[in-house]
């Protein structure tokens, strides 16, 4: 099945591009399991989610927490908390 | 359920208070307290020449619907709008708007207040500083004392 991930803010500055397709493997069940495997893809992931705690997560842009499932997510965001207002 | 339908914007352009407050208050006599809430860009003493405002296209106007509605529903507001500016801001300009209408002004002050502390600490925007030597500085961070703000009202 294949993803869509969207960046912001210094996520997206990290890890180099605002948004990519990418095929998940099976495992990936959870969105902790996400941040997980993308931090395994290279030096610019590994910099951008070296702290997955602080890491939020949006699912078709609703806000979920990191033990939530993906399966059936159309587009996931991923970004540092947020600092508007 | 609330039948009243919050006014929500992202835009780039600035927005100009009193005709957001004249939105609000057009044809109306059941009104009887308006709180509204401008943010600005602050120049941290000359150090800043411009915040850069990133966000979530879509998520952004969902998210601040949502707490709307959850203000309109809690504080029974009449009305509620909340407009969040995006891309670079020069200090001394706007940044956000929150007006909250109601019969009283306990129920306003609260609705405004509540509308911007869960802004704060849930709609997706990033500010990151441009410093007055022309370069890009660090994105802010969040703050503690934001997620207190909002976890007031739990």
């Known amino acids: 099945m294949k993803t869509n991930l969207v ?10 591009k605002p948004e990519e397709e990418i095929e998940l493997p099976a495992d990936v069940v959870t969105v902790r399991d996400l941040l ?11 910099n951008a989610l070296q702290y997955p705690d602080v890491i939020r997560v949006a699912i078709n842009q609703e806000h979920v927490e990191h033990s939530e499932k993906i399966a ?12 508007g207002g | 359920m609330t039948e009243i339908t919050p006014i ?11 005709s957001e407050l004249d939105a ?11 709180v509204s809430f401008v943010g600005l860009c602050r ?7 411009a915040l850069e405002l990133e966000h979530y296209p879509g998520m952004a106007e969902t998210e601040m619907r949502r707490i709307a509605d959850l203000a309109i529903e809690r504080f029974s507001l009449l009305g509620a709008t ?22 009283h002004r306990q129920a306003a002050f609260d609705g405004a207040n509540f509308i911007m502390d869960f802004l704060k600490t849930s709609a997706p925007f990033w500010k990151k500083e441009h410093a007055v030597d022309g370069t890009a500085g660090d994105w802010i961070e969040a703050k503690g004392t934001d997620d207190t703000a909002r976890d007031k009202w739990a």
Request: hydrophobic share 40%; proline share 5%; net charge negative.
């Open chain 1, 7 to 16: 960046y912001f803010a210094w996520v997206r500055e990290r890890i180099g």
């Open chain 1, 36 to 46: 997980s495997h993308l931090k395994g893809l290279g030096e610019e992931y590994e």
């Open chain 1, 72 to 83: 059936g997510a159309r587009e996931i965001g991923i970004f540092p908390p947020m600092t």
């Open chain 2, 8 to 18: 929500i914007r992202v835009q780039a352009h600035d927005f100009d208070l009193q």
């Open chain 2, 24 to 34: 609000l208050t057009a044809g109306r006599t059941d009104i009887g307290a308006i």
């Open chain 2, 43 to 49: 120049g941290e003493q000359g150090k800043l020449s």
């Open chain 2, 82 to 103: 909340a407009i969040h500016r995006y891309g670079k801001i020069e200090p001394g300009q706007n940044i956000v708007l929150v007006i909250a209408t109601a019969p």
